[in-house]
């Protein structure tokens, strides 16, 4: 399928099953930590990337291919920002027609301060925006978004969507060491959110291949501060465990691209998905999958990922 994807083990979602409106790094931030590389170029353009209906008889298809209880969450995540496609209040609308499992939108937020963006996620039974910085210096360097995007637009809209809303509203914090790890960066936070009123904060950790190779995570001490700063509201969520579906294409190495181009795996966590999919047969998968054209594997933090050849990379010398 070109825009379902999964089910995926998701951090706070369970097994998800997620739908993907956008072409890769279609993004209006240009993230350092962002697992599917740089933004190139950004653009901040809402509009039809790919025919809705096509979208939704994806949905439709995948929804009829599981048994219940094998998908916990029908998840809106885009290989970009999700919410740039214009059509996403009427798949919202359309998914939850289809089925009773609740629906969830993973955004950046940058775009809640305009109302009819708002309103198109009211129905949606769980958003969850990114909330890095306290300051928009901070802001302007972890997330780099598109020049009208400011600070202000961001945490405006945050504070107007949660007036609005009445789903799950789950705040993430993406953690990065000696940027916004400290007790100031930490309290700046903690005032925005304080504004914000969130159900839930969700401190978040680079695990995955970031977009500029210096992206730590924090460690053991800076995570004690962000939940000690943050307060009850906030918890560390860790990696998801779980098992990748890799049916919904004759293809296994498609099936495998179409995962790691909106969710790029450990070289150890692949080789687990296709030794469950197709025993005896990961070494020649793993052969195809790089001869594909289509993958490419990237180190971060000694670890090999593979990810989908497009997305970039930069080594330390870019």
């Known amino acids: 399928m070109k825009h379902v994807f999964g089910p995926v083990p998701s951090r706070r979602l369970g097994q998800s099953l997620g739908i993907d409106p956008v072409p890769l790094k279609t993004c ?3 993230c350092i930590y962002c697992q599917l590389g740089r933004t190139r170029p950004m653009t901040n353009v809402r509009k039809d990337y790919f025919p809705p209906e096509d979208i939704l008889a994806e949905v439709e298809k995948a929804l009829a291919s599981h048994k219940t209880g094998e998908i916990d969450w029908v998840t809106f995540v885009g290989s970009g920002e999700t919410t740039l496609h214009v059509s996403i209040g009427w798949l919202i609308r359309k998914v939850k027609a289809l089925t009773d499992i609740p629906v969830a939108v993973i955004t950046n937020g940058s775009l809640l301060y305009l109302p009819e963006m708002r309103q198109e996620l009211l129905l949606a039974d769980a958003v969850l925006p990114s909330l890095d ?6 802001y302007r360097k972890i997330n780099r978004p598109y020049p009208k995007l400011t600070f202000k637009r961001l945490l405006d809209g945050l504070v107007s969507f ?11 914090v993406m953690l990065v060491r000696d940027m916004n790890d400290s007790e100031v960066a930490l309290r700046e936070i903690a005032v925005a959110l304080g504004r914000i009123k969130p159900d839930e904060v969700h401190v978040l950790q ?8 210096w992206v730590q995570p924090p460690d053991e001490e800076g995570l004690l501060r962000a939940r000690t700063i943050l307060g009850d509201i906030a918890r560390v969520v860790h990696p998801a465990s779980g098992s990748f579906d890799l049916g919904g294409t004759e293809s296994l190495v498609d099936a495998v691209v179409s995962i790691i181009t909106r969710h790029p795996m450990r070289e150890d966590e692949l080789v687990e998905a296709l030794e469950r999919w197709s025993p005896g047969d990961v070494a020649a998968t793993l ?3 790089e001869k594909s054209g289509k993958a490419q594997s990237v180190e971060r933090y000694g670890v090999r990922f593979w990810s989908a050849s497009p997305s970039y990379y930069p080594t330390e010398k870019d």
Request: glycine share 10%; charged share 30%.
């Open 28 to 30: 209006n931030w240009n």
């Open 133 to 138: 910085a306290g300051n928009a210096e901070l």
């Open 162 to 172: 949660r007036e609005e809303y009445q789903g799950k509203l789950w705040g993430e």
């Open 206 to 213: 680079p695990t995955r291949p970031s977009a500029e190779t």
């Open 287 to 289: 052969d195809a999958l």
